[in-house]
């Protein structure tokens, strides 16, 4: 919601000043049809060009997520540790027969049906998974499953990150799209060179429309859209970096409440639960037999 507020004083900010300082919107409304369709036609063309398909569904979807804003919260983060914590413990107390159950079908596991949200969470899921499968299969060296993990982290967040430069590249694009669109307008204004001041003042200025146009799209809104979109993806990428600490803790032998706990010390200090709200949680999650 922060971001539509954002968007709305770039409006009243822009045009409020061009009113008050004398401005006419005729002008630019007249002209904004016709600008806006070569410039965001352009852009939209540009990006389907540069981009596969999903790419382009992504970055669309992208908007979305400015506006919902980053999708892991405090409480998620916990559930996280919660979840981490019952898995170490069957994992202890059970040992690889124990666990294979949880992570060969986690989708019937009542530890992972404790947490839906993270259940539906495909890459966390697997990631998970995966590293205690291999666990249970005698990779227990903490550095592979460090740099198995650190791959698979790498990996995602190229892939997360695909969108918001789509964005970056689009905003980069637009003043020059914009500047396309103006010379299109001195184009027309020159072959109507005879026309009176008064009317060739009107096509000029409509012709600038197409400038002002691009670098206000690109300034005001496509490349913060661009900027929040890495931000969130690099704030939601922490979720997995907690994960990753945690397991590799378990792997170096550390207790369920040491790896946890590890785990609870890098999370973001913003959403990042005491020792105690942790412990407690951990209190009162449901046993698992």
């Known amino acids: 919601m922060l971001s539509i507020g954002g968007m709305g004083i770039v409006l009243v900010g822009v045009f409020g000043g061009y009113l008050l300082a004398g401005g006419k919107l005729s002008v630019i409304l007249k002209a904004l049809p016709f600008e806006l369709m070569m410039i965001g036609g ?5 990006l389907l060009i540069a981009n596969s398909i999903k790419t382009v569904k992504q970055a669309l979807a992208g908007i979305m997520r400015v506006i919902k804003g980053p999708k892991w919260k405090q409480a998620d983060y916990q559930d ?3 979840l981490l914590y019952a898995l170490a413990n069957v994992y202890k107390k059970k040992g690889a027969l124990g666990l294979e159950q949880h992570v060969e079908q986690p989708a019937d596991s009542p530890i992972f049906q404790t947490y839906p949200k993270i259940l539906k969470d495909h890459f966390a899921v697997a990631m998970i998974c995966d590293t205690l499968r291999m666990m249970t299969l005698n990779l227990e060296d903490p550095h592979q499953i460090d740099e198995y993990i650190d791959r698979l982290l790498e990996k995602h967040h190229a892939e997360d990150m695909t969108p918001a430069n789509a964005l970056q590249t689009m905003a980069d694009a637009l003043p020059a799209l914009g500047i ?8 027309k204004t020159m072959a109507s060179i005879n026309e009176p001041p008064e009317v060739l003042g009107k096509m000029i200025g409509g012709a600038l429309v197409g400038t002002f146009l691009g670098v206000f799209l690109a300034y005001g809104f ?9 931000q969130i993806v690099d704030e939601d990428g922490r979720f997995y970096h907690v994960t990753k600490d945690v397991l590799v803790a378990i792997a ?13 010390g890098n999370v973001p200090t913003a959403v990042q639960p005491s020792f105690f709200e942790l412990e407690s949680a951990v209190e009162q999650a449901p046993a698992v037999s």
């Open 42 to 46: 352009a852009a939209i063309g540009a």
């Open 80 to 82: 996280l540790l919660c």
């Open 180 to 187: 396309v669109a103006a010379v299109l307008g001195v184009i």
């Open 222 to 230: 496509v490349g913060p859209l661009a900027t929040r979109l890495a």
């Open 252 to 264: 170096q032998g550390a207790g369920p409440q040491l790896a946890v706990e590890i785990g609870r």
